[in-house]
């Protein structure tokens, strides 16, 4: 798919040009398929697609997946998109996971200080600002029917065989960046683990016929 002039910001359109599909291989591209039949069978009859992504905390994957979901489906030009995160218990967003999001080019002011902060992560000028902050994944900020549930953590996965009100559940597991927490790599790790969930994202929505 082609994609025209779009209005993120510089840094975050320097990221996703570096981004390279290629590296994913084969098994994860069947992975990733449901959630591309998901959206398309959306797209294709002009419904609202609701995504929320889940994992145990809602602290680093989860956050993650939403932001970059909600950039690439503004960068693909598919409108009606409303990305979402939630976990099986709230906690908070974790401080690396929004450092790397802002490395990346996100503008990321708190506008609430507890111990769940409350972050807008804006990735374009005049679009509304994602809203990040930890929540159980049938949190009244959350959709209750016609969404797909993709469980980004393999506890998650395993915690919840069943979410409610979501059309459709799908694994799409990454590996959890908080094991590098308080060590050399973690700067490193956080990068790595936003940069793949980014190219993966990519080349779903990049998949997308309008």
């Known amino acids: 798919m082609t994609t025209t002039k779009t209005t993120l910001f510089t840094e975050i359109e320097k990221v996703i040009s570096s981004l390279n599909i290629d590296s994913i ?16 069978s959306k797209a294709a009859t002009s419904q609202e697609i609701r995504i929320n992504f889940i994992c145990t905390h809602n602290s680093r994957r989860s956050h993650l997946s939403q932001v970059w979901s ?53 990735y374009a000028d005049n679009e509304h600002p994602i809203i990040g902050f930890s929540k159980k994944l049938d949190d009244d900020f959350n959709p209750k029917s016609e969404f797909a549930a993709i ?21 799409i597991t990454f590996e959890d960046p908080k094991a590098f927490d308080n060590t050399p790599q973690q700067s490193e790790k956080y990068k790595e683990r936003s940069l793949q969930i980014a190219t993966e994202l990519f080349y779903v929505f990049s998949q997308i016929n309008l």
Request: proline fraction near 7%.
């Open 25 to 40: 291989v084969e098994e994860r591209k069947q992975i990733l398929q449901p959630l591309i039949d998901f959206i398309q």
């Open 70 to 122: 909600q950039t690439m489906a503004h960068y693909f030009h598919i409108k009606n998109i409303f990305c979402y995160s939630g976990g099986t218990e709230a906690t908070a967003l974790f401080p690396m996971a929004a450092e790397t999001l802002r490395n990346s080019g996100f503008q990321i002011k708190t506008i609430s200080k507890n111990e769940n902060p409350v972050y807008t992560i804006k």
């Open 151 to 171: 469980m980004t953590c393999d506890s998650a996965n395993e915690a919840c065989p069943f979410v409610p009100g979501a059309e459709k559940r799908i694994p």
